[in-house]
């Protein structure tokens, strides 16, 4: 059965259950790309959900500001004070949890072989990967035929040849080709960029070498609501509507 893949769920429960309900019955273990909180107002049961049930989980950059490894100055202003609410209400437990997440990139073994997880770039976590000219430098790097990618919130990803560099867009379903080198992007789940509110979320069947794109409605509303409910932002609550 394939692997769920998940990325960006940033502290945003109800869009994190539509995934799951969705998905339920499909995989058998979960890989998770970083960036469970930050902007959301879950950011304990969204760690909790973690702890107890992702296989892996690479640490994201928010992952590491809101518990405060990170400094927060160079982030936004709705970002900094995310990041300082998250950090006032998470547990010790889920503190202590998202301050030991390993830094990518991550292999993933299987019996036909492995594959990496990573939040950003496999040659810089907090690197974005958001056109051909980011990946172009990774070709001399990419250590494995898959590399699974988050933090853009960006559904896709790059399918990189010996000569070029080509955006992968979103068909549902796409085969792993042999000889040709991949960095996907399952998308966010918490706050998805793309134009798409849906929660954003990928299967990977290795042996079969596919990988299948999804997206799932969730209650936009209430998310957002609980957002404004703890104080934090208005903008982080309007962007879910958006996409953006």
């Known amino acids: 059965m394939p692997l769920l893949i998940v990325s960006d769920i940033h502290a945003n429960l109800d869009a994190l259950d539509a995934v799951l309900a969705d998905a339920q019955g499909r995989y058998t273990s979960i890989l998770c790309l970083g960036d469970l909180v930050g902007y959301g107002a879950d950011p304990n049961p969204v760690v909790e959900w973690a702890r107890a049930h992702a296989e892996v989980t690479v ?23 995310s990041a300082e609410w998250t950090h006032g209400v998470l547990t010790p437990e889920n503190k202590a949890y998202l301050e030991r997440l390993p830094r990518g990139p991550i292999p993933y073994l299987y019996a036909g072989g492995s594959f990496d997880l990573v939040h950003g770039s ?22 494995t035929q898959v590399t699974f990618f ?28 042999p000889d040709y080198l991949f960095l996907l992007n399952p998308g966010s789940i918490g706050q ?53």
């Open 59 to 81: 640490r994201g950059n928010h992952d590491r500001a809101c518990v405060g490894l990170d400094p927060i100055e160079g982030y936004n202003v709705a970002a900094r004070k």
């Open 122 to 143: 496999p040659a810089d976590e907090d690197e974005y990967l958001i056109n051909a000219l980011d990946v172009h430098p990774l070709r001399a790097v990419l250590e």
């Open 150 to 177: 988050g933090h853009t919130h960006v559904q896709g990803g790059f399918l990189v040849t010996k000569t070029a560099v080509r955006r992968i867009r979103i068909v549902g379903t796409i085969e792993i080709e």
């Open 192 to 244: 998805p960029r793309d134009g798409d509110p849906r929660a954003a979320y990928a299967l990977y069947s290795p042996e079969e070498r596919t990988v299948e794109y999804r997206r799932v409605k969730y209650d936009v509303d209430r998310a957002a609501s609980k957002i404004l409910d703890a104080g934090l932002p208005d903008s982080l609550a309007r962007r879910l509507h958006e996409g953006l």
